[in-house]
């Protein structure tokens, strides 16, 4: 392609015409500050935060949205500009509180940061600012119109990526705010707790529910046994939050981490993960065998399912009935676990550590209880909280020893690990399944069609004499994509994976903020996680979830066979349609 | 398309502009044409209204929200059967429309954008009317009332009262 | 002759014949203006009296005939009464009670009513009335040598200059380039003959022969073209009107906006019908652009080259025009009146356009605040649809294009082009970011031609008359006339159409008739918030894009308002900045933000808090919002404060430093005091106050309490004995 050639203060390169002012500059390894920005987001151009100076133009350029032309001269930091943006970003805190020191964001947020390196170390302007109450309603994400700068990410991530649309500003001018359709509480919109607006956000405008306070209170309680489980995507993340580069496998250090902080059982999501497989392979069988309710749409991801329920319900006989590895463990945990233990299950606190915040949803579901209607999983900590309680404590995880989970429930086959990315359920079903449907041994069972971080892939197997037709979506607009093409009669599939995060459970709602030089939702740091994902799987001697010897065990001792009328009541959940009713 | 379980509120003709324009090129920029139509019929823009429109037109309903709020034309809240509608313009401004709206807010017991108890009056700004050679201007309703004083206010207010009755 | 040009001329004489037909021409005609304005202030109520009148009569030769309004505001409700062959009678401020009078005396008693007369310039009967031409470029210095020639000739031939009333009008745009400041032009009434002459002799000729001898001097009429005709043979003598040159308002006033036949017969759709049946859209594009017409919006931007940009920048099929009626600056209601006045002009500008670009499909998205102009623009577009001159296969041409109309919801910001774009898509109306410029990139991503209601209504005349033509009225940069609502303490307020370089001094006093007496003119505020306060000193500046801009204001889409020195400059500032700041749309951070900070600190200015270190903020704020703002909207923000401090240094300083409003404007600034020697103890103010902070008994001296005064200045104005003193 022909290039242009432009001068960035003072140097003179040639790049293609599609790049931004802003691209071209991270070319010679400047960085415009900037803040509304987002790669993987349309550009929004509002924060103005990355101006710069372009020759035979009046006014500043937003270096984000304007492409180089043939002859351009730009200077991204004359004493004008710096001026410039120092008072946006003083306009930006004038308006937001002095309230950093207890702030959730403290040390980590994108304006302090960018308040700091633009030099804003006096209020020049400052005035009235805008007032609004936290409104808590939701069990997952909680909104803080109050600390919102309008850079309008989070409205972005909720349609452009997630296709719910339940964000917009409301009102104009001074008086704009970020809600859900008539300024609703979340837990009466179309919110599917996804958290992607935590992720996406610069400030502390959305947060997770906190959890912590009940899980101090519960450790300090020596009549309860305190129950910690881990799910797959955590292991590979949770190093980023003490420095470590992404990617790095800290399963057993935070093992012992959490028993540091007291829990008296640690056990591994991975275990209800190997269960899910083995029960979704049965109902998969099932359903090719009876050519009934299918495709057949995994369940695991709580997101998913709150989208399902209120924009696509015609589906919900589609969706895998079985809970998720969360619920499944809690539930064995309260049941199985208890029962062989003799332990009485109220006496079990279950913590579930996950990288999701849906999961604090999931987790008060009507569905997820035991007869007396006492939730299976008591609380929900998001890997960020985990983070925190363990710094909180004191604990550097980084020189920890490497501990192990406890067994029964801590024992897991690689299928489970493959739970925490995109197209890892697919993968793990179909080990299991393709075993069950054909009676043999699978020798290769490395489903490479399926392994990208693309938002879709679909692929066809050959098994048993017939084709299988599978796809794997996540991010909900891709889910979107493939169920109006199931809709429309214009693909067939048999089984459908989706997850609600990009990038799977490694992108999800709760992990840990960037660390610098990345962005949120960095398909860096996605791919990475997931490689450690899969390396994990791959140096595990037992890949197949159905080969897990536990598992083995729980269904001769407890369950009778997958699909029984134990695991049924147990292991299975039902799905409602909701209201409010999306808009697709 | 989608319906809600929730019976429909809006009236045939409004359901059929809608289905008319579901037809069209780009139809959800039609959505203010809408809108406008609503707020004609019932006099303000009701959640519920919207609600409706959200699923005929397939906008989604924060979306609506986001327009509805940002317009200052629509309103969210029922009228008074006599909006009045001060219009803050230049021309107005410097003939005094300050003092006449501190009469009328001082006469109704109400401030701007509120309504009446008796839902009668309700206080509205405007932004110019395009009337300014005759300012200061006030409409009630369709009606335009013009080189007002705030002297006269009471006196307006017990006129239309009147002929009310 | 092309199929295109025959279905014209089958169209307008079908009008023609229509008219004829309905004998209207030899009826007297009562015009009454029916706009939001005229309604406002009581047309509706004029119109119903003289229905009356006529029915009771039972007279079937007289016709009551609706036009636009013709911007004579501040005389509003105004009538015309036009007896066939006699000089047209407007009357002004009519009521029920008046057209009574009118009725009796003039319309059924043939005697015009004096004293109701508009701008009651006459109290006599006059025997001729003659306007001349004097456009700019045919004056020479101060004196106008025609009217001077006029006189002589009056002289030589012994009539009484007294039975002659001569009137100094805009320009005609009649004369060619070679016959600048040589060929001298006249209208004389009633007879509505134009004479052109070059020599002294010849005027005594048009003279002796017209007015003594009676008779008509083929030899010297015009015969060439005159585009002001109609409304110079209607108004000509009224002192507002003949010093405008009505090129886009030409019509408003004078046809009734409804009927597509008034239209066509005043030249309408000719121009379309000719460039349909040239088939030559580049020739469309090089004549608009070598007019030099440029954006009535506000920014300038040439129309010719816009349109280019439109055909060269992309080679998508999928094109749009978008007519801007958004008009939303405080002040400004040239393009209500002229959508009201005058539909059908900006529907043909349109078409014109969208041949020239290759776009299907017109938008005109119209404030929803304008019901009557909505309401007429659908009858507009409804009727042409029904003559085949919109709609498919327009005039037999093959060329397709259709209107559709679009309403805002209040938004100021719909006005920037690309937040009206996306209010057209649907959206909040928030800007997006330039480039990609609408010509680029615009609705749903497909080249975008928008221009405003003006800038449309400019098209057919430009193209009927010719390039050339249009290029010789206004100033080298800018061409053309411009519209502008006059607003604030002048005598007429109205709409004013005007050559482009005409001073603010011709326009203020010699067409808005000065200020109100014993007032002094202060400053002048044109282009509404986005614009700026230009000072009294500067009255002479010739209004053009480019010295407006110099002298810190801009030409914006036509507000003009006057202040005098009873208006606060601070306060002035601070309500400009309020409406930026409502009207916010709340995208971008310097904007959303920063007009908050600004209105702020001129809040603090304007209580008697403000600090010299205010002054530093607002400039460093103001420039930031300039530099870095996304659209139009916030980078002009500041420019009411900016240009205010600029000429008024002194002013702000006094609020400052003094904490004193020398106006009296800023009410926390101002004390109210009771002088005890004037005081009579009436105790009306007592009464009148609001917060009774007034004590005093009857025959004593009365007393304001300082501390609970609200500064309403209610007991000033109710002191008949002038006891109340402002400090």
Redesign the interface.
């Known amino acids: 392609m022909t290039q242009v050639h432009i001068r960035i203060d003072d140097t003179d390169l040639a790049v293609s015409p599609q790049l931004t002012i802003m691209e071209a500059a991270e070319q010679l390894g400047i960085q415009i500050p900037r803040l509304c920005y987002h790669p993987d987001l349309s550009i929004e151009g509002a924060c103005r935060v990355c101006i710069v100076e372009v020759e035979g133009y009046k006014n500043y350029l937003p270096s984000c949205a304007t492409r180089v032309q043939e002859g351009m001269v730009i200077r991204t930091n004359s004493p004008e500009i710096r001026q410039a943006r120092r008072d946006l970003v003083e306009l930006i805190i004038d308006n937001h509180p002095r309230e950093c020191q207890t702030c959730e964001r403290d040390g980590n947020c994108e304006l302090q940061n960018l308040a700091y390196a633009m030099g804003v170390r006096e209020r020049l302007f400052e005035g009235r600012r805008k007032l609004y109450k936290v409104e808590s309603s939701s069990p997952a994400v909680i909104r803080d119109a109050e600390k919102c700068i309008l850079c309008r990410r989070c409205v972005r991530v909720c ?1 452009e990526i997630q296709g719910i ?8 001018g001074f008086d704009t705010r970020v ?5 609703a509480p979340m837990n009466e ?2 919110c599917i707790a996804c958290g992607q607006c935590i992720n996406v956000c610069p400030v502390a405008a959305f947060l997770e529910r906190p959890s912590t306070d009940a899980v101090w209170r519960s450790l300090s309680d020596p009549e309860t046994l305190v129950i910690a489980q881990v799910a797959p995507a955590i292991r590979a993340a949770i190093g980023e939050g003490f420095n470590l580069p992404p990617g790095q496998i800290m399963t057993g250090q935070t093992v012992t981490a959490l028993r540091r902080l007291g829990f008296d059982i640690v056990f591994d999501t991975n275990f209800g993960a190997d269960l899910t497989v083995v029960e979704e392979a049965h109902e998969f069988a099932r359903r090719l065998k009876e050519n009934r309710d299918l495709p057949l749409l995994t369940s695991c991801s709580p997101g998913w399912i709150k989208f399902l329920e209120h924009f696509y319900p015609e589906f919900i006989p589609n969706a895998s009935t079985c809970k998720s590895p969360m619920s499944i463990l809690s539930t064995v945990s309260k049941t199985y676990y208890a029962q062989q233990r003799g332990i009485d299950p109220k006496k079990i606190f279950m913590v579930a550590i996950m990288p999701c915040v849906a999961k604090k949803f999931e987790a008060e579901r009507g569905e997820h209880v035991s007869e007396t209607g006492a939730p299976y999983t008591d609380v929900v900590l998001t890997t960020r909280e985990l983070i925190w309680m363990i710094k909180a404590y004191g604990i550097d995880l980084t020189h920890l020893p490497e501990g192990e989970f406890d067994h029964p429930l801590g024992f897991s086959t690689g299928a489970a690990d493959l739970f925490g990315k995109t197209g890892g359920v697919m993968e793990a079903v179909l080990r299991t399944a393709v075993e069950q449907l054909t009676g043999q041994t699978l020798t290769s069972i490395d489903f490479q069609q399926v392994r990208d971080v693309e938002g879709i892939r679909e692929a066809q197997l050959e098994v048993a004499g017939r084709t299988l037709h599978v796809a794997v979506a996540n991010g909900l607009n891709n889910a979107k994509l493939l169920l109006e093409k199931v809709k429309s009669g214009e693909a067939h599939y048999d089984l459908i994976e989706l997850m609600a995060c990009p990038g799977g459970c490694v992108g999800g709602g709760g992990q840990p903020y960037p660390p610098p030089g990345y962005h949120v939702l960095d398909k860096e740091i996605l791919k990475k996680r997931a490689q450690a994902l899969l390396d994990i799987d791959a140096g595990k001697p037992l890949r197949k979830a159905h080969e897990n010897p536990y598992i083995i065990e729980i269904y001769k001792e407890f369950l009778g066979e997958p699909g029984s009328p134990v695991s049924h009541k147990l292991l299975h959940t039902t799905y409602h349609p909701r ?6 | 398309m ?1 319906k ?1 379980d929730q019976s429909v509120t809006l009236d045939r003709d409004i359901i059929d502009l809608m289905e008319e324009c579901r037809l069209r090129e ?1 139809p ?6 809408i ?2 139509r609503v707020q004609a019929r019932y006099g303000y823009l009701s ?1 519920q209204h ?2 409706e429109v ?2 005929y037109m ?10 509805a ?6 309103r969210l809240r029922p009228r008074g059967k006599y909006a009045i509608s001060i219009c ?4 107005c ?2 003939k005094g429309a300050d ?1 006449i709206l ?1 009469a009328f807010k ?1 006469e109704l017991g109400i401030d701007m954008g509120e309504t009446t108890q008796d839902g009668l009056f309700s206080l509205e700004n ?10 200061p ?1 006030v409409t009630v309703n ?1 009606r ?1 009332y ?1 080189n007002l004083s705030a002297k006269q206010v009471p006196d307006l207010l017990n006129k239309i009262r009147f002929e009310d009755q | 002759m092309g199929k295109v040009l025959d279905f014209y001329e089958a169209l307008y004489h079908y009008m023609v014949e229509r008219r004829k037909q309905s004998g209207i021409d030899n009826r007297i005609l009562i015009h009454f203006g029916s706009a ?2 005229e ?3 009581g047309s509706d109520l004029v119109r119903r009296e003289f229905e009356k009148l006529i029915r009771v009569s039972g007279r079937d030769d007289i016709l009551l005939k609706p036009t636009g309004c013709t911007g004579r ?2 005389r ?1 409700p105004i009538v015309g009464v036009f007896f066939p062959g006699q000089i047209p009678i407007k009357y002004e401020q009519v009521d029920a009670q008046k057209v009574q009078t009118i009725f009796q005396q003039h319309i059924l008693g043939g005697l015009p009513v004096a004293s109701l007369i508009l701008d009651k310039r006459t109290d006599r009967h006059y025997d001729y009335v003659v306007t001349l031409c004097s456009s700019e470029r045919c004056r020479h210095q101060e004196r106008n040598p025609t009217q001077e020639m006029l006189l002589t000739a009056l002289q030589n031939n012994g009539v009484d200059s007294d039975s002659v009333r001569i009137f100094s009008g805009g320009c005609f745009g009649l004369c060619s380039r070679d016959q600048v400041g040589k060929q001298h032009v006249m209208m004389i009434f009633p007879e509505k003959v134009m004479y052109h002459f070059q020599t002294q002799q010849e005027a005594d000729e048009i003279v002796k022969s017209h007015m003594v001898q009676k008779t008509v001097v083929d030899a010297y009429i015009t015969h060439a073209d005159f585009i002001t005709e109609q409304f110079f043979s209607l108004y000509g003598d009224v002192s507002f009107f003949n010093k405008q040159t009505r090129l886009t308002l030409r019509n408003s006033g004078l046809t009734d906006p409804e009927s597509m036949g008034d239209y066509i017969r005043n030249k309408g759709y000719e121009a379309l019908a000719q460039v349909l049946d040239r088939g030559d859209s580049d020739f469309i594009i090089s004549e608009i652009s070598k007019s030099g017409l440029r954006g009535r919006g506000g920014g300038g931007y040439p129309t010719g080259q816009k349109w280019r940009n439109a055909v060269q920048d992309s080679d998508d099929p999928v094109r749009f025009v978008v007519c801007n009626a958004d ?7 040239m393009d ?2 002229a959508l009201e006045g005058d539909p059908f002009i900006i529907l043909e500008g349109m078409t014109i356009g969208a041949y020239a670009i290759g776009a299907h499909k017109g938008f005109i998205y119209v404030r ?4 009557l102009a909505i309401e007429r623009l659908e009858k507009a577009i409804a009727k042409a649809r029904e003559n085949d001159v919109l709609g498919k296969n327009i005039m037999n041409s093959g060329f397709d294009f259709d209107i559709e109309i ?7 910001v719909c006005g920037e082009e690309t937040a009206l774009m996306v ?8 800007p997006r970011i330039r480039p990609p410029w609408p010509t680029q990139s615009g609705l ?1 991503g497909h080249p975008t031609v928008i221009n405003n209601v003006e800038t449309w209504a400019n098209v057919p005349t430009i193209l009927l008359y010719g390039a050339d033509w249009f290029s010789r009225i206004g100033t080298k940069q800018s061409r053309g006339t411009k519209v502008f ?1 006059l ?3 002048v005598v007429n ?2 709409l004013v159409e005007v050559p482009m370089g005409t001073t603010l001094r011709d326009i203020i006093y010699d067409i808005g008739g000065g200020l109100e007496e014993g007032r002094t003119l202060k400053a002048i ?1 044109t282009g ?1 918030p986005s614009g700026g306060c230009i000072p009294a000193r500067l009255i002479d500046t010739p209004v053009e894009y480019e010295t407006l801009a110099e002298i810190g204001s801009i030409m914006g889409s036509g ?1 003009m ?1 006057v ?1 005098d020195d009873q ?1 606060c400059m601070v306060a002035t500032a601070r ?2 900045l309020e409406f930026t700041q409502s009207e916010s ?1 709340g995208k971008c951070v310097p904007c959303r933000e920063g007009t908050v900070r600004m209105l702020e600190i001129m809040e603090r200015i304007s209580s008697g808090q403000g600090a010299m270190e205010d002054l530093a903020r607002l400039r460093r704020l103001g420039q930031l919002m300039r530099k870095t703002s996304l659209c139009g909207l916030g980078q002009t923000a500041p420019n009411p404060v900016l240009s205010a401090m600029e000429n008024f240094q002194e002013e702000f300083i006094t609020h400052i430093r003094d904490k004193k409003c020398p106006a009296h404007k800023c009410r926390q600034l101002v004390t109210y005091e009771v002088i005890p020697d004037k005081c009579t103890g009436c105790t009306l103010c007592a009464r009148r106050c ?1 917060v009774s902070c007034i004590s005093g008994a009857k025959r004593q001296v009365h007393f304001i309490d300082q501390a609970s005064c609200i500064k ?1 200045g209610e007991c000033f104005n109710a002191c008949k004995f002038d006891a109340i003193a402002i400090n």
């Not at chain 2, 959800?28 to 044409?33: D, W």
């Not at chain 3, 008009?327 to 209601?333: I, K, V, Y």
């Not at chain 3, 929803?368 to 019901?371: K, L, M």
């Open positions: 349609s649309h339940n964000l917009s500003q409301l009102y104009r809600a859900p359709a008539h300024e919109s179309v209201e409010p009713r999306g808009i697709k | 989608n809600t780009y959800e920029s039609y959505l203010i044409t809108l406008h959640e919207m609600d959200a699923q397939q906008i989604p309903t924060a979306t609506i929200s986001g327009v709020t940002f317009y200052h034309y629509f803050l313009g230049t021309a401004f410097v003092k501190e001082t405007s932004r110019c009317l395009g009337v300014c050679a005759l300012a201007v369709d335009v013009s | 939001t304005c309604n406002a202030a505001c501040a509003e008009e939303g600056d405080p002040g400004a209601f209500r009146s929803a605040e304008y019901p679009r309403l805002g919801a209040g938004a100021f209010s057209i898509e649907g959206k909040r109306g928030q749903w609502a607003a604030g303490k307020t109205g505020q509404g507000g308002i202040l208006d309500y400009f749309c609001p309403c």
